[in-house]
């Protein structure tokens, strides 16, 4: 890749709870080293997403989404403070703890995540606090207005050849490819997500995400 070109920028959204988006998100780390694009992450939330049909979910799904509240809270907060630069190092720090070393959402590995990065120790006091959920809506539907309601995260998005953005939900994959095959799903991804009028691939899953 030369050092002269310009990136594409790639949109992503993300929850730090979902482990898919997890593996997602680091995949897409790989594709920023054999392609020339760059990432720019936002969040969106399961909460918010779930928080008119938590009837229908399954009872723990439904404690789930109680505990998904503070991470995003906390991303959030912290972007409106310090700047949406840290965005993403916050996610990776997350990411690690909740799901690479078994932490969960806790406001312990939230606690930990903001130590890691070198974020201040306060901001784990919006994990319990609404003050910026506007500001975590209006990036929720930001996101979720590119794919509609029936998808959840990630969602990516990213300049077609016309201009016109492409935005998607997925991929789905693990473990998180890496290289060349990163590479090859990314552009695979694109060909299929850019052609007019596909909407889905989809087959069941037969494992949970692989995590390194």
């Not at 991470?71 to 996610?91: C, D, F, N, Q, T």
Request: net charge negative; with cysteine.
């Amino acid at each position: 890749m030369s050092e002269n070109t310009t990136k594409t920028p790639v949109d992503f959204w993300f929850d730090p709870l979902c482990p898919w988006a997890w593996m997602t998100s680091r995949w897409m780390l790989e594709v920023e080293k054999v392609r020339d694009v760059e990432v720019r992450w936002h969040v969106m939330s399961l909460a918010v997403l779930n928080e008119d049909r938590l009837d229908e979910l399954p009872e723990q799904y439904r404690e789930g989404m109680k505990q998904a509240w503070g991470p995003v809270r906390v991303v959030i907060a912290a972007s409106e403070k310090h700047g949406p630069e840290v965005i993403g190092g916050l996610y990776t720090a997350l990411g690690t703890r909740i799901h690479n070393q078994g932490e969960g959402p806790t406001r312990e590995a939230v606690a930990g995540a903001l130590a890691d990065v070198g974020l201040p120790a306060d901001l784990i006091d919006y994990a319990d606090s609404d003050t910026y959920d506007t500001e975590l809506r209006a990036s929720h539907q930001e996101g979720i207005d590119k794919v509609g309601q029936e998808v959840g995260t990630p969602v990516i998005a990213v300049p077609g050849p016309d201009g016109e953005q492409i935005a998607f939900f997925g991929p789905v994959v693990t473990p998180a490819p890496k290289g060349e095959a990163a590479a090859r799903l990314w552009d695979g991804t694109l060909l299929v997500a850019g052609t007019p009028g596909f909407y889905e691939i989809k087959r069941t899953r037969d494992q949970d995400p692989v995590f390194d």
